[in-house]
């Protein structure tokens, strides 16, 4: 039985409220952070009119509609950097800080956090980002990698806004944003996720040998556009210290047993170019 509904339209946001008749967790569910992953508003627009709560409080956030409409990641800066107290002045009042303050309080609300996420590049795998204290959680969604510790290089994500509060709290990145394959798995992760916080009933499907990662290490480029030696597979593992790119002139390494994420060309200076991982055991 579904207690209650509740739908909200704000200024950049789309805000659905489903309960459950009994009492238990807030759970938030974005989708939306960045505009043109559309794939996580399709599953949003198809799951949420059928979807019955059974406990606690589930809240479905789009959350950036002006992006979404345009199609964009942004449209002033990245809104998954816009969830910190300390932004400059130049930045605090562009369209996708605003946004983060009208998501704040459902945040401040929540016991537990998904952020829906997809990739631009065709061979993106899935993953979860989360910090160790959400390991547990994190291990009910359907995937085979979880990183942590992106944070301490690039702070001001939903996922670190939970984090200084404690709170249980996990992005999903479900893979290429063309591939059809990539919806079923946010689908997978937002069922499993919403079934371990116990706001609806089922059975969670365990991904077995899972592998846990660090990050260690951030590249941004400092003095000149960062131009790739060649395509790297996201959580390719360096067999040997290999040249990764240029910015300008200066030659760029990484060590063997490095795990590369995210190696991208970059024209415009202080962007993240590539970041570097390691395999722990939590």
């Known amino acids: 039985m579904q207690l209650s509904l509740l739908e909200l339209k704000m200024s950049n946001i789309r805000v659905v409220v489903k309960e459950g008749i009994i009492s238990g967790k807030t759970a938030v569910v974005l989708a939306g952070v960045h505009g043109n992953e559309r794939l996580n508003v399709q599953l949003f627009d198809r799951i949420i009119p059928k979807i019955k709560i059974d406990k606690g409080k589930v809240i479905f956030i789009y959350a950036n509609l002006k992006a979404i409409q345009e199609n964009k990641r942004f449209i002033e800066f990245n809104l ?38 997809a990739s631009n590049s065709k061979d993106s795998k899935s993953f979860v980002i989360c910090q160790l204290h959400s390991f547990e959680f994190a291990k009910a969604i359907p995937c085979e990698l979880i990183t942590s510790n992106l944070e301490e290089f690039e702070p001001g994500s939903t996922v670190h806004w939970m984090n200084l509060q404690g709170k249980t709290a996990m992005g999903f990145e479900a893979g290429y944003l063309e591939d059809p394959e ?46 790739k030696s060649r395509e790297f597979a996201d959580f390719e593992k360096l067999k040997e210290k290999t040249l990764i ?19 991208r060309d970059r024209d415009e200076l202080n962007e993240e170019c590539f970041l570097i991982a390691k395999e722990i055991t939590p």
Not at 188 to 199: D, H, P, R, V, W
Not at 246 to 255: I, L, R, W
């Open 245 to 263: 790119g240029k910015e300008g002139n200066k030659e760029v390494y990484a060590e063997a047993g490095d795990i590369m994420l995210f190696v």
């Open 80 to 117: 998954n950097r816009a969830f910190r107290n300390n932004l400059g002045d130049k930045d605090k009042e562009k369209l996708e800080a605003r946004t983060a303050r009208e998501i704040i309080p459902y945040l401040n609300e929540a016991d537990c956090l998904l952020d829906l996420h």
């Open 182 to 227: 990539s919806e079923k798995r946010s689908e997978g992760a937002l069922m499993n996720f919403l079934i371990k916080a116990e706001s609806i009933k089922g059975k969670i499907g365990y991904t077995p040998d899972k592998k846990f990662l660090k990050i260690i290490f951030l590249y941004k480029n400092k003095e000149a556009p960062f131009i």
